[in-house]
Structure formats: structure tokens, C-alpha cells
Nanobody, 126 residues
Framework: QVLLAESGGGSVQTGGSLRLSCAASGRTVNPYSMAWFRQAPGAEREFVGVIEWSLGSTYYDEDVKGRFTISRDNAKNTMDLQMNSLKPEDTATYYC???????????????????WGQGTQVTVSS
């Protein structure tokens, strides 16, 4: 079992920055990847970005590329999401997700991640 806990959400104005963190505990040995997703009210959960744990390679949705940066700390089993130049359309609940080794699925699909955090709210006002 893997437990994930997000932190760092809040409210900012357009153009502001926030940094989210996700701490993993439990059976966290060698994840294949960890990812961020977000979900606005009435919308489906959507991919934000992912980091491959071993190499640290990152991939982002086009809407956030150049503004958001994912990083990880292998020793602490934590993953961060630095969000800059925030826009009102970034408003959503942000979730971190954990994908174990040998777990199949497309990296941008929620179905590829069996473990999820409880989410943290990000609100960007104009």
C-alpha cells in the first residue's frame, strides 16, 4: 500500500506562483513514475505532468509546459510541482499519483496510477 499526501495549495492572483509537494509513504520502493493531475469542478481529471523516478525525465501537458516544473527527491520520496505564471484556468484540485514498477498504462492516463493523494486546492483569481 502506498499513501500519498499533497500540500502547498492555496489562493493566488494571476501571474503568481505556488509550490505543491507530495510525500509518499508505505511501500514506496522504486516507483516507475509519479505524476500530477488536476480536476476542476464538473470536469474530468486531466494530466499535468509526470516524472520518471529513475532518470528524472519529465513530461508535461502543453497547457502547462514552460510554466510548471516537476522535481523529485529520491531519498525523501517526495515530488514537487512548481507552478509559475498561474492563470485562472489553472484553478483546480491538484492530485499526485504513484505508478509502481510493472504497472501498465499510458503516462497521461489516470488509469496508469493505482495510488492517489487526497488532493489540494489551487485557486487563481484574475
Amino acid at each position: 500500500q502506498v499513501l500519498l499526501a499533497e500540500s502547498g495549495g492555496g489562493s493566488v492572483q494571476t501571474g503568481g506562483s505556488l509550490r505543491l509537494s507530495c510525500a509518499a509513504s508505505g511501500r514506496t520502493v522504486n516507483p516507475y513514475s509519479m505524476a500530477w493531475f488536476r480536476q476542476a469542478p464538473g470536469a474530468e481529471r486531466e494530466f499535468v505532468g509526470v516524472i520518471e523516478w529513475s532518470l528524472g525525465s519529465t513530461y508535461y501537458d502543453e497547457d502547462v509546459k514552460g510554466r510548471f516544473t516537476i522535481s523529485r527527491d529520491n531519498a525523501k520520496n517526495t515530488m514537487d510541482l512548481q507552478m509559475n505564471s498561474l492563470k485562472p484556468e489553472d484553478t483546480a484540485t491538484y492530485y499526485c499519483a504513484f505508478r509502481p514498477l510493472h504497472y501498465s498504462g499510458l503516462y497521461y492516463s489516470p488509469g496508469a496510477y493505482p495510488y492517489w493523494g487526497q488532493g489540494t486546492q489551487v485557486t487563481v483569481s484574475s
